[in-house]
Nanobody, 123 residues
């Protein structure tokens, strides 16, 4: 089983950039990694994912062109580079592992989840 730990959240101004990290431990090979977020009073929303097998990436329309997901296999870490942040990006961000390496946008496809990291962008 994979254990995940997010870091890098914080309070930033609109237009700023922030990079989140998701460090994995345990049996990590072969898993796709996804980033999801949950804003106050809203459901969990897909943000981006990256597959293990071919590093193919997927993005939600709302972050396409602003966010970039990448991975460093040597460090067992997946990153989410977030640019041009705005108040609608305020949420708790979670990373998750998908043992079928699908890179799906559906949260039900993910087996393991981190505890989340808060990103706040005041309006």
């Amino acid at each position: 089983q994979v254990q995940l730990a997010e870091s890098g959240g914080g309070l930033v101004r609109a237009g700023d950039s922030l990079t989140l990290s998701c460090r994995a431990s345990g049996h990590t090979a072969g898993y796709a990694t996804g980033w999801f977020r949950q804003a106050p009073g809203k459901g969990r929303e897909f943000v981006a994912s990256i597959r293990w097998s071919d590093s193919r990436t997927y993005y939600a329309t709302s972050v396409q062109g602003r966010f970039t997901i990448s991975r460093d296999n040597a460090k067992n870490t997946v990153y989410l580079q977030m640019n041009s942040l705005n108040s609608e990006d305020t949420a708790v961000y979670y990373c998750a592992a998908d043992s079928y390496d699908s890179g799906s946008s559906a949260s039900a496809e993910y087996d393991s989840w981190g505890q989340g990291t808060q990103v706040t962008v005041p309006s």
